[in-house]
């Protein structure tokens, strides 16, 4: 998504249908954008057989929920988007993703009918992606690459 010519992009609803809590049960309905009504939404997109997304991803994501464990005003969530490798980036995986990065968030996982629908709907590159959602629902940043520090300067000022 391009947000270059400061047009707001709205957040479309999410067609994630598998998820776990923060817990790594297995959540009978699905989780939606609507269930963090007026707070700061990050979403991870990842592969379990992604390098980069074990390498620099999920650390960076892992550093950005600790940095923020006790707010209120941000929402946290990891989405598997299988794009390629389905026989390997299965929903067994995020369970095991989520316990080795210990991030007490909810997983999903977006096997889409060979695309994942959140790569539909956000028109993201592959993974890892970060994309952030303000507490408006509009698309405020969607891209491979975080500065960390910096996001979490950005956010502690937008969350205030």
């Not at 010519?5 to 776990?20: D, M, P, S, T, Y």
């Not at 923060?22 to 954008?33: D, T």
């Not at 390098?51 to 650390?59: F, K, R």
């Amino acid at each position: 998504m391009d947000n270059t010519q400061n047009q707001l992009i709205k957040a479309l609803e999410l067609r994630v249908e598998q998820w776990i809590d923060s817990q790594g049960s297995k959540l009978e309905n699905p989780i939606k954008l609507s269930d963090y009504e007026g707070k700061y939404k990050v979403i991870y997109c990842f592969q379990h057989w992604c390098p980069g997304c074990h390498s620099v991803g999920l650390p960076s994501l892992k550093k950005l929920v600790d940095a923020f464990k006790d707010s209120d005003r941000i929402a946290f969530l990891a989405v598997q988007t299988v794009f390629e490798g389905a026989h390997a980036n299965t929903y067994d995986k995020i369970l095991e993703t989520q316990k080795k990065y210990r991030l007490e968030i909810p997983f999903g996982h977006d096997p889409g009918k060979g695309r994942s629908t959140i790569m539909e709907d956000y028109h993201t590159g592959g993974t890892p992606w970060f994309i952030f959602i303000d507490q408006e629902n509009n698309v405020v940043f969607a891209d491979f690459h975080i500065n960390v520090d910096g996001t979490i300067k950005y956010l502690k000022e937008v969350t205030k």
